[in-house]
């Protein structure tokens, strides 16, 4: 459910996390989910079969992407797309004045020009079964165009965890990757995106 405080704006759940004022009831789980799968997909996978134009770097007109939307949805207003995005609590996406966009999970072709990393230290969570190819490969992306990594060690954690018990984290040497020329872009607080990472940047810690 998405609900928006007068104060701190459009949130999920039931409270507003800062002040825990109920707000004011905006969108149901059901339509949040639907909403969510549907923007998810097109903007990160298939912005062709949704009938909607993207450019080099990822973004689409918000208008145009509204009338698609509201297609789709008759009960859909405008609205319920900035509460969408304003309370995602992983900054899938991001609007600037009229367009938007996923800020990372591509898998079409983009080019999502972001500035470069100034972390020394950047963090991937792996299983116990991949940690010694990785070690010994390197981490290359896998049915996506970019590698996700991790901001700090229990950003790292907190991801692998939704895919095995015992998550093993891997430090990266940020300026070591960086000094190879490879980028290692800054997305938001929590993740920046590489387009492979060698393995003699890798450590298990
Ligand atoms: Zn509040």
């Not at 990160?44 to 208008?63: I, Y």
């Not at 470069?116 to 896998?142: H, R």
């Not at 991801?159 to 998550?167: E, F, G, I, L, R």
């Amino acid at each position: 459910m998405i609900r928006k405080c007068k104060e701190h704006g459009y949130f999920r759940g039931g409270v507003c996390s800062q002040c825990k004022s109920p707000g004011r009831y905006v969108l149901d789980d059901t339509r949040e989910e639907k909403l969510g799968r549907f923007v998810s997909g097109t903007l990160r996978h298939f912005p062709d079969s949704a009938g909607v134009k993207m450019d080099a770097c990822g973004w689409v007109d918000l208008n145009d992407f509204c009338d698609i939307l509201i297609n789709r949805y008759r009960w859909l207003r405008k609205e319920y797309l900035y509460a969408l995005v304003e309370s995602d609590e992983k900054g899938r996406y991001e609007i600037d004045r009229f367009r938007i966009r996923a800020r990372y999970g591509h898998s079409v072709n983009v080019d999502l020009n972001y500035k470069e990393s100034e972390l020394p230290y950047v963090y991937y969570g792996a299983s116990p079964e991949e940690v010694d190819m990785l070690l010994e490969n390197g981490i290359i992306p896998v049915r996506q165009r970019y590698v996700h990594l991790s901001t700090s060690f229990e950003k790292a954690n907190e991801v692998a965890s939704v895919h095995t018990d015992n998550p093993i984290i891997l430090k990266i040497d940020a300026r070591g990757v960086q000094g190879d020329g490879l980028s290692l872009m800054h997305v938001n607080d929590y993740i920046v995106l590489a387009e492979k990472v060698p393995p003699e940047y890798l450590f298990q810690v």
